[in-house]
């Protein structure tokens, strides 16, 4: 790697190399069903049964024999009552069973009517009329609809969440192995920032800011299943950032930084990570987020120092919007990619701009819009890297090409913040 003279990268390019870092986690552990809500499966899920389990009825009614009834109004004899979670007996020529929702279809029957459709006629005798002609599979979920025994349900490298969770529950899994979570020590660099409750707004020194990447980059690695340690503000100081950058690596798997990351001489990120392993400092051809790092914090000691034994480094941009969209687009895939997804592409949609944007930039650019009522997008009408109140208002990124200006009614390419977050 070399960080002498940063180039100018495209935006995928960047992500094939840093992906190509990416490699799984080795470790896999074993978690209840409850708790496996965005965790990544460790092995394929294959079902031991069918799913339903047999022919169950799919509505409260009676099951009939479709020979029996050939005209509405025939009248037939109940003979047993099947409610969920038990099963009848086989179904006697012009008898039929009252059944309810989810209770197994009686041997012989092949239909079954609502009861919206039948009538009680001499309660005492136990007939009921069928006011209408039942089609052969009527109301009946067959065996094995959903899942056949021996299917794979869930594939090896699924992200779960709340339908895959129930999935593995109705196949009978009450634990799941999943891919460990990736270990993270998370860093906020800047002799300007203050922590919110350590000194009132009123208060705040002049060229002091509050630390605001350090909430929302908290969020977004618990969102993506990461064990985080907050490692808190590192001031602007060489051996500062050396020291912490030395201790972190020693037990997590990627230490993430935001700010410091440009060249100047009190960005202290990029000679740290240099002399503590190797950094690619990467120019990035987007809008927000230019300056992006990646890098190795070897760990051993002597001879033993190196590749071989290192610790991710991510240094992200420090103006927030930069910070928080280069996390979704860069970060987001490659955290997922050390849990074993394997397609961490964002679902892209095409819709119609509600607004014009005259001036493309030289840079791709991703403007924080908002889905409309009127099935659009409108553009938050401030675009600069430090307005985080932009990401705030919207609901995602419009992806704009390079030198590429926008008129209302085109078509643009939309990145949702909630896929781009999850
Ligand atoms: P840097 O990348 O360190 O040069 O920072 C670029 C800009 O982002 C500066 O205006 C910083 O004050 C601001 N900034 C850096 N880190 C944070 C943070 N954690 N929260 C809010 N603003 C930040
Ligand atoms: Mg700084």
Redesign the pocket.
Known sequence: MSATRAPLRSLDDALVALLAHATRLSGTETVSTFEADGRVLAQELVSALHVPPQDNSAMDGYAVRCADVREAGVVLQVTQRIPAGHHGHALEPLSAARIFTGAPVPPGADAIVMQEDCELVNECEGGVRVNTVPRSGQWIRRAGEDVTRGAVVLARGQRLGPAALGMAAGIGLSQLNVVRRPRVALF???D??VMPGDVPPEQMAPGA??????FFLRALLQRLGCHITDCG?VP?QRDATLAALRSAAQDHDLVLT?????V?E??HIKPAVQQLGELDLWQISMKPGK?FAYGKLYRGEGAARGPQDACHFAGL????V??YVTFMLLVRPFLLRLQGVADVAPVRMALPAHFDWPRGDKRREFLRVRRNAAGGLDLFPNQSS?V?TSAAWGDGLVDNPANTTITRGDSVQFLSFAELMG
């Open positions: 906020s660099t800047g300007e920032l800011i509050y630390n605001s990447n350090r503000i602007d935001s700010g410091g990351v440009s100047g009190e960005d300056p941009p420090g103006n927030p930069s910070s430090g985080l």
